[in-house]
């Protein structure tokens, strides 16, 4: 996944410096050989599953500004568990980011056959179904507004404005909608197998 995460980066040639931040140096060889830069890694404080991924960002940023002498204006951070983004959208999503003139930017999709206007919980005790919008099971799909989903394929922000706020979602940010084929978000195996057969399929446009 990191590998085209990589790819994809290095395909948009919008990056003065492409560098992967992980504590693990198994990751950092396949980075290093897929053409990113490792030059030290993650602090272990900071790769707990805890720790939010824009702070993780912040203290990169800031030690490689250390390491390389040199401040960045813009950082873009790319999940490697998005591994269907492609060059291409990653520069359509910066082009977006500058057109808005947001301090922040934040990667989406659009729900579809997954409405979560009629998502519900289930009661622990009874297993009784519990509504989240109860007015909102008694109408149509199709009338019911649009929802956008945050995805991690590629987040955007101004270096010092996420110094200040250490996250994404701080003052003025704004998101960019993205085919949800090309942002699809791997946490579990099935994601991963859902992943699997839409690369084969690009794979085979």
């Known amino acids: 996944m990191i590998h085209w995460t990589i790819k994809?980066?290095?395909?948009?040639?919008?990056?003065?410096?492409?560098?992967?931040?992980?504590?693990?140096?198994?990751?950092?060889?396949?980075?290093?050989?897929?053409?990113?830069?490792v030059p030290f890694l993650r602090e272990p404080e900071d790769a707990d599953d805890i720790t939010p991924v824009s702070v993780a960002t912040v203290k990169a940023l800031i030690?490689?500004?250390?390491y390389l002498s040199e401040n960045f204006d813009i950082v873009i951070q790319l999940m490697p568990n998005c591994p269907l983004r492609t060059g291409a959208d990653i520069i359509n999503a910066y082009n977006h980011f500058c057109s808005t003139k947001s301090n922040f930017q934040i990667s989406t999709f659009k729900f579809g056959w997954m409405n979560p206007w009629w998502a519900m919980q289930m009661d622990n005790k009874t297993g009784e179904p519990i509504p989240i919008f109860s007015d909102a099971l008694k109408k149509r799909s199709q009338d019911l507004p649009d929802l956008?989903?945050?995805?991690?394929?590629?987040?955007?922000?101004?270096?010092?404005?996420?110094?200040?706020?250490?996250?994404?979602?701080?003052?003025?940010?704004?998101?960019?909608?993205?085919?949800?084929?090309?942002?699809?978000?791997?946490?579990d195996e099935e994601d991963l197998k859902m992943a699997v057969l839409l690369a084969k399929k690009h794979l085979k446009s």
Do not use: H, R
């Open 148 to 187: 956008y989903c945050p995805t991690g394929a590629v987040w955007i922000a101004d270096v010092k404005e996420l110094k200040k706020e250490n996250t994404f979602y701080g003052k003025n940010y704004s998101v960019f909608p993205m085919d949800w084929e090309k942002a699809i978000d791997i946490d």
């Open 8 to 37: 994809a980066a290095l395909e948009s040639n919008l990056f003065e410096y492409v560098y992967v931040s992980t504590d693990s140096q198994e990751i950092a060889d396949i980075a290093v050989k897929s053409g990113a830069n």
């Open 63 to 66: 030690k490689l500004e250390l």
